[in-house]
């Protein structure tokens, strides 16, 4: 694992706790929309970097399994 500073997890559930609850992503955007993903991008270039470091990236990889279906858009 990757050592984090002292607190970092709950300054960032009080940050995320500050959104709107209406609040999405932008891949959840293009999705709605019907646009073309940024997954390769995102969760694939995670998974690719964890595949390269021997680095399980579980939820990155699901996430990517997920998504790819529409990664090009409807």
């Known amino acids: ?3 984090l500073p002292e607190g970092l997890a709950e300054t960032c559930c009080a940050t995320f706790q500050t959104l709107p609850a209406e609040g999405r992503t932008s891949t959840a955007h293009e ?3 019907g646009r073309a993903l940024e997954i390769d991008w ?3 270039a995670v998974v690719r970097l964890g595949e390269a470091l021997d680095v399980p990236t579980p939820i990155s990889t699901t996430l990517y399994a997920v998504l790819a279906p529409w990664k090009d858009g409807r």
């Open 1 to 3: 694992g990757v050592p």
């Open 31 to 33: 999705l709605a929309q």
């Open 42 to 44: 995102t969760c694939g």
